[in-house]
């Protein structure tokens, strides 16, 4: 079982990003996803989650507006797409899925918002 996270980097304030998270070792059109980050310092917090259909996402309200999570199950890949980024988003971005009861994690992207 594993998540696989990609797509963080360098960009400008009001930039954008599109992140990945690549899923094998389990059946996961049949889970919710969920994005977190933890910035510096501080605790790791929801971002946004996605139930396994797709048909319903929620949003942390710092981000709701800006960021759009999606999936994709024929591909096993869930996305966080981010618009009009903030310093303040910097931080490693991770995926997780809880599976019975067993908590998966990524080993995370980082994400830097600065000019």
């Known amino acids: 079982v594993q998540l696989v996270e990609s797509g963080g980097g360098l960009v400008q304030p009001g930039g954008s990003l599109r992140l990945s998270c690549a899923a094998s070792?389990?059946?996961?059109?049949?889970?919710?996803m969920t994005w977190y980050r933890q910035a510096p310092g501080k605790e790791r917090e929801l971002v946004a989650t996605?139930?396994?259909?797709?048909?319903?996402?929620n949003y942390a309200g710092s981000v709701k507006g800006r960021f759009t999570i999606s999936r994709d199950n024929a591909k096993n890949t869930v996305f966080l797409q981010m618009n009009s980024l903030k310093p303040e988003d910097t931080a490693i971005y991770y995926c997780?899925?809880?599976?019975?009861?067993?908590?998966?994690w990524g080993q995370g992207t980082q994400v830097t918002v600065s000019s």
């Open positions: 996605i139930t396994s259909a797709g048909r319903s996402t």
């Open positions: 070792g389990f059946t996961f059109g049949n889970y919710a």
């Open positions: 997780n899925a809880v599976i019975n009861s067993w908590s998966i």
